[in-house]
């Protein structure tokens, strides 16, 4: 099992980062919000998750241990693979996400793409005696700010990944961006406004 990776990194896309590890490079795949933690040519850690299959070897990255624990929690419900589970944490952060399954919130799990009522439902049933403490106060999204250039092309190509059209992208971004103050939030909070918005489209 390979637990953490640190080292240079390499290259960023939309949905995975390269980080050189002992002069191997390394495919991890992350969500929008990691990866834009992350700086090309700039040292990092990511908490790690291998998920091996018959045909393949993938590597999930997280920022902290917490969200990879998270991932691999999920997983353990009844039709979550590892795909489901990295866009659960796409779209939410570890503390809403555990509020969510404790009390039953069948509304804020079923933003995730992929996720539907009986989905949520399943969540809710499988994992509400597994999910730990929850945090009554704090949350995952409250840290950093991000440039008013970089952010744009940040979260269109996070939706891009999660698959959604350029052109889908592109409205999201412009309508999050319409409804921003001066003071513009983390990446992963722009991310999962555009995600929402482009939900309730659906």
């Not at 795909?83 to 404790?102: F, M, S, Y």
Request: include cysteine; proline fraction near 4%.
């Amino acid at each position: 099992m390979i637990a953490s990776v640190r080292g240079r990194v390499a290259a960023v896309s939309a949905d995975r980062a390269v980080v050189e590890v002992g002069g191997v490079g390394l495919a991890v795949h992350c969500t929008p919000g990691t990866l834009a933690g992350l700086r090309v040519g700039e040292q990092a850690r990511l908490a790690t998750s291998l998920v091996v299959r018959e045909d393949s070897l993938t590597l999930y990255g997280f920022a902290d241990d917490d969200e990879k624990h998270l991932f691999e929690l999920l997983q353990t419900a009844s039709g979550v693979g590892p795909r489901l589970a990295q866009a659960v944490l796409a779209v939410h952060g570890p503390d809403t996400v555990r509020k969510a399954i404790a009390n039953g919130d069948l509304t804020t799990l079923t933003r995730v793409p992929g996720i539907g009522k009986k989905g949520a439902e399943r969540l809710v049933l499988e994992l509400r005696d597994k999910i730990g403490p929850v945090a009554l106060t704090g949350s995952a999204d409250a840290s950093g700010s991000v440039s008013p250039t970089a952010w744009p092309e940040q979260v269109r190509q996070g939706l891009i990944g999660l698959g959604w059209t350029a052109s889908q992208a592109d409205q999201a971004v412009a309508t999050v961006a319409e409804s921003l103050d001066d003071e513009i939030p983390p990446v992963q909070v722009l991310l999962r406004q555009a995600i929402r918005l482009l939900g309730r489209a659906r």
